[in-house]
């Protein structure tokens, strides 16, 4: 059973968009996933911004591999490295650490991840830049 960085369950991070390098809701990781798509992030225009601005367009759809593209509220499982260099860059996405794996710790303290962490409300447009 996949834990989150608190130790507990992994939750789901999004449904809707479905999310996950399995397209399962949840940020569940496997060898084959290279990227490792651990950390669900709620998507804010300036995360955006920056991902399209180092080539991860994260806005525009992609239907061949299940992508719907983003927008600002939606919660996603991201890279890690992708969510280190937005941290880098002073442009990193809250993220939901009950849906965040816990393999993520290898590389990121939890301290660090602490200080992003949100709950979502029911409508997430307050988050939109």
Known sequence: MPRNVLGGEL????TDPLTGWFRSGDCSSHPS??????ICAVMTAEF???????GND??????QFQFPGLQPGDRWC???????MA??????????????????LTTVPL????????DVPDDASSLED
């Open 11 to 14: 939750e789901t991070c999004s």
């Open 33 to 38: 996933d290279r990227g490792r798509h651990t």
């Open 48 to 54: 955006l911004e920056h991902q399209q601005s180092i």
């Open 58 to 63: 994260l806005i525009t759809p992609n239907p």
């Open 78 to 84: 991201v890279t890690l490295a992708a969510w280190v």
């Open 87 to 104: 941290h880098e860059a002073g442009k990193a996405a809250p993220i939901v650490l009950a849906a965040t794996n816990e393999s993520v």
């Open 111 to 118: 301290d660090l991840l602490e200080r992003y962490a949100v």
